[in-house]
């Protein structure tokens, strides 16, 4: 196995930090702990899945086994960035598992789910909690469902919702 970070290649998570064999690479352990300590996501929700890293701290999460390394253009979905100050999940991420989550969520009223769909930042006095990313959610039928990955700081929800995703949906 090689030692090195190949932005070309795929290479499974070692399970902990005892089998890392590239410095700087997160591990399953790390991932799955960070995404049950952040937002309350049971680690037993990822039991059936793999985790990939292409390129330096582009996370990869995909349901099933597969041999590594592997060379192919994507394995599953895009669910983490590390290797940065702040760890961040994906639209995706969010979008696929964020209904699993019971903290560091923050549920938007129509007209700011509307805002934050559109890509718009917008100030929310009324979070408590922790600073830093988030999953901005709204109701649907009763039901929490997950729009995107927000990042909060001082007083401020900005929308992380990538450009090509941003949507108008004025009623």
């Known amino acids: 196995m090689s030692h090195d970070n190949d932005g070309q290649r795929f290479d499974r998570l070692p399970a902990t930090a005892d089998e890392r064999t590239v410095e700087g690479r997160a591990t399953r352990e790390e991932v799955v702990d960070y995404f049950a300590d952040r937002f309350g996501i049971p680690p037993e929700t990822f039991d059936a899945y793999t985790f990939w890293e292409k390129g330096a701290g582009k996370i990869w999460l995909y349901g099933g086994e597969a041999s590594t390394p592997l060379e192919i253009e994507a394995i599953g979905m895009t669910c983490l960035r590390t290797r940065q100050e ?36 917008q100030d929310l006095e009324r979070w408590d909690g922790d600073w830093g990313y988030l999953i901005a959610a709204h109701e649907i039928d009763g039901e929490r469902e997950p729009i995107g990955v927000g990042l909060y700081v001082h007083g401020e929800l900005r929308s992380m919702v990538p450009k090509g995703r941003q949507r108008d949906l004025e009623p």
């Open 86 to 121: 702040h760890w961040k999940p994906t639209t995706d991420f969010v979008q696929r598992f964020g209904r699993a989550a019971t903290d560091c969520v923050i549920d938007l009223e129509p007209a700011e789910a509307r805002r934050f769909a559109a890509g718009e930042d």
